[in-house]
């Protein structure tokens, strides 16, 4: 179910976005290989992944610079539920013994509002240009 909202997300932002939805795009996509790769190297959930982490932090910083120099709101929605999976990483790095399938529920819960962010803003930003085209 994830693969399929995330690649529709994704050609969905690639197809009808623009600049921003093509750059956001691509760095989701970026981290879904790495994540995966990551995962494939390490399926230890029981403790901090800290692959993934560190993946998930790169991307945050990626959305955040994109969240800074585009014109739209969306870029802002996909920043929070970024920052949120990342704080999900540092809960658990600081909790102590923790249950694993909650970090794992946790640290993946907040992609699926981020790609729905994306998808959300693509559309809001086309039916804004096509009532506004004069800007």
């Keep these: 179910m994830f693969l399929l909202l995330t690649v529709s997300s994704l050609i969905f932002a690639a197809c009808f976005g ?8 691509a760095l989701v996509l970026a981290a879904v290989i790495a994540t995966a790769v990551a995962e494939e190297l390490n399926r230890n959930w029981g403790s901090v992944h800290l692959t993934v982490a560190a993946v998930d932090f790169c991307l945050l910083i990626g959305l955040g610079h994109l969240m800074l120099i585009s014109r739209s709101f969306w870029p802002i929605w996909m920043t929070a539920a970024q920052l949120l999976t990342v ?6 790095a600081l909790a102590g013994p923790y249950n694993q399938q909650i970090y794992t529920a946790l640290a993946t819960l907040w992609s699926i509002p981020c790609l729905l962010s994306m998808v959300v803003g693509v559309a809001l930003d086309r039916r804004a240009i096509a009532r506004f085209p004069n800007g």
Excluded at 18 to 25: K, L, S, V
Excluded at 87 to 92: E, F, G, S, Y
Aim: aromatic share 8%.
């Design 87 to 92: 704080l999900c990483h540092a809960a658990a």
């Design 18 to 25: 623009g600049r921003d939805a093509r750059w956001a795009a």
